[in-house]
């Protein structure tokens, strides 16, 4: 085979431990969580000029893309990660415990993936791709945030009383 091996992880991944779990809910993903739903707040809302609200935008689209990535991996949340990635499975590994309305929210759905690819190489890689960009770089959202907001609601609502407690809704 040419070219660079695909490297595939075969080995099994531990959860981290609840005290761990909780310190990253209580920091960063109260963090992501809160630096979405201001930049959603914001969005469509021109306030701080040309460059700045630009910037928010694509803020709110990276953290978009991280919370995505939480409620959705894009690898096997079973399989050890290069970069120790969380997922809601860890918080939550029970899905037929939760909610119906939140296992129906944690299917993928089906403009997840084009939305995806999207991110990721009008914000996230530089790409080829990005010339194309220039001729279509407004961004509709609106529907995709509203459901990233039910996830976000579901997946709290749904944490034990003691971790739901440590969400810092101040964490920036």
């Known amino acids: 085979m040419r070219g660079y091996p695909v490297l595939m992880s075969t080995v099994q991944r531990t959860p981290p431990k609840q005290n761990r779990l909780d310190e990253m809910f209580r920091k960063h993903l109260s963090f ?7 930049a959603v707040s914001m969005w469509g809302k021109p306030k701080y000029g040309i460059v700045a609200d630009a910037m928010i ?7 978009m893309r991280l919370l995505l990535d939480f409620f959705y991996p894009r690898i096997d949340p079973t399989k050890k ?8 499975t860890d918080y939550l590994p029970e899905k037929t415990q939760l909610r119906e309305e939140f296992q129906k929210l944690l299917t993928k759905p089906s403009w997840l ?3 995806r690819d999207q991110l990721d190489w009008r914000l996230a890689h530089l790409t080829m791709k ?3 960009f220039e001729k279509n770089p407004a961004w509709q959202p609106e529907k995709q945030f509203k459901h990233l907001e039910r996830l976000i609601s579901e997946f709290i609502s749904a944490l034990p009383e003691k971790t739901r ?4 809704p101040h964490q920036q």
């Not at 992501?32 to 201001?38: D, T």
């Not at 935008?57 to 953290?63: K, T, V, Y």
């Open 165 to 168: 407690a440590l969400f810092n």
């Open 130 to 132: 990005r010339m194309g």
């Open 57 to 63: 935008r694509e803020s709110c689209l990276i953290h």
């Open 32 to 38: 992501e969580i809160n630096r979405f739903r201001i």
């Open 81 to 88: 990660s290069k970069f120790e990635d969380v997922f809601v």
């Open 113 to 115: 993936q084009d939305y």
